[in-house]
């Protein structure tokens, strides 16, 4: 469901935040959500077929 999509990347948005200098949401294919460090793709939905978990999110993210 779409308000579904839209309340798990805004959980996601959130906890970029404290990243905001290295990490960044842009606009993808409709029911694409992927999370790239350094150019490279760590997360893609389309893959796995769920969104990230927040654990998942910051250790994508790492300490950088």
Same mark, same amino acid.
Not at 18 to 31: C, F, L, M, S
Not at 33 to 60: A, H, N, Y
């Given at each position: +469901?779409? !308000? $579904?999509?839209? #309340?798990? @990347?805004?959980? !996601? /948005?959130?906890?970029? /935040? +404290? $990243? @905001?200098? #290295? @990490?960044?949401?842009? +606009? &993808?294919? !409709?029911? @694409?959500?992927?999370?790239?460090? *350094?150019?490279?793709? !760590?997360?893609? $939905?389309? *893959?796995? &077929?769920?969104? +990230? #978990? *927040?654990?998942?999110?910051?250790?994508?993210? &790492?300490?950088?």
């Amino acid at each position: +469901p779409p !308000v $579904k999509l839209q #309340t798990d @990347a805004l959980r !996601v /948005k959130d906890l970029l /935040k +404290p $990243k @905001a200098d #290295t @990490a960044e949401i842009e +606009p &993808g294919r !409709v029911g @694409a959500f992927e999370i790239s460090r *350094d150019g490279s793709l !760590v997360f893609s $939905k389309l *893959d796995i &077929g769920r969104f +990230p #978990t *927040d654990e998942e999110v910051l250790s994508f993210l &790492g300490s950088s």
